[in-house]
């Protein structure tokens, strides 16, 4: 419930911004009716909500495959959206070099669950299942949706900001003005959209320990996740910014991650076992003002702590 509450205020406040945007250009182009600010906004949003699927397929790489294709794969989505009681989602592989996964689409029946080719290399069939859980979870707790329609406010914003500060012409002055003031509404709305990336996190874990996977299997997925993610090249990881909210973790956090959950994993033997696991429970976690700010502009919550939250949620369990 608690979850819903902040998701809702998340959405008022983005909606408020996106009327503010709607009437500044409707102004500008003459528009005085309140009926067409409205009709405007209603048809922005209609747009962008129903192509969203597809400007993710293109830009992550996504190929849908066939049971005959993946026959284990398929298997898993179909066990966990059964358990989770909503309709099985497409199954995609993406082509994006990094171990990762990601869900998407517009409503339930609508929903798309993806994971890259290095992901299906690096994890056990149990981890595998752990975060194929994480990503059913998304969709039954329909945030994908909301994440998918809020993370395209920053990006408009971005592009106007831009466009304001570098126009030429006669009221140059009020175009600078505009780009300035844009470009904190993209400051601000960039905040909100990490906030409500965060939130879900948390409840997507929680939601793939109710499907039936071990506390574990997802945290040892989680580190393996951040680990691949930490041998990627500075390079790839910039190309990547753009997907952040997607994955199952932050890769451009994961130099720092991997070393602070190498204390978790005592046997060093690149994963963490159900013992590992239960030995954080009783350790208290304490975040440094630093690794606050990280967070505050990270799409994911500190890993260590979300690790920390599964340690608790595998306490109950024991």
């Not at 067409?36 to 830009?59: D, R, T």
């Not at 709305?189 to 409500?196: A, C, E, R």
């Not at 951040?226 to 973790?249: H, I, K, P």
């Not at 046997?267 to 239960?278: H, T, Y």
Request: one cysteine or more; aromatic letters at 10%.
């Amino acid at each position: 419930m608690w979850l819903q509450i902040r998701m809702y205020l998340l959405l008022a406040a983005m909606f408020a911004i996106v009327y503010a945007i709607v009437v500044v250009a409707a102004s500008i182009a003459g528009i005085q009716s309140f009926l067409a600010y409205a009709l405007f906004a209603v048809v922005l949003l209609g747009v962008q909500y129903l192509i969203s699927p597809k400007i993710v397929e293109m830009s992550m790489g996504v190929r849908y495959v066939s049971e005959s294709e993946a026959p284990e794969l398929h298997r898993m989505v179909e066990e966990l959206a059964r358990r989770a009681g909503i309709p099985k989602p497409k199954v995609g592989i993406s082509r994006l070099p990094i171990p990762n996964a990601f869900a998407f689409g517009r409503w339930r029946s609508d929903g798309r669950v993806c994971v890259t080719e290095q992901l299906l290399n690096v994890l056990t069939e149990e981890e595998l299942r752990a975060v194929l859980g994480h990503e059913i979870s998304h969709l039954k707790n329909r945030d994908v949706t909301v994440i998918t329609a809020l993370s395209v406010v920053p990006m408009v914003l971005w592009y106007l900001a831009w466009s304001f500060m570098w126009s030429g012409g006669r009221n140059r002055g009020n175009a600078v003005a505009l780009g300035i003031a844009a470009f904190l509404l993209y400051f601000i709305t960039n905040l909100l959209v990490l906030y409500g990336s965060r939130i879900r996190e948390y409840y997507a874990d929680e939601g793939s320990v109710k499907l039936g996977n071990p506390p574990h299997a997802l945290a040892s997925a989680l580190y393996k996740l951040v680990y691949g993610s930490a041998r990627v090249d500075r390079e790839t990881l910039r190309q990547l910014q753009g997907y952040r909210a997607f994955f199952a973790n932050d890769p451009a956090r994961a130099y720092h991650e991997v070393r602070e959950l190498r204390q978790v994993d005592a046997n060093l033997d690149g994963s963490i076992d159900a013992n590992e696991l239960l030995a954080l429970s009783s350790k208290p976690v304490r975040l440094s003002l630093a690794d606050r700010l990280m967070e505050a502009f990270s799409t994911h919550p500190n890993m260590v702590a979300r690790v920390k939250r599964l340690s608790e949620l595998a306490a109950r369990r024991a």
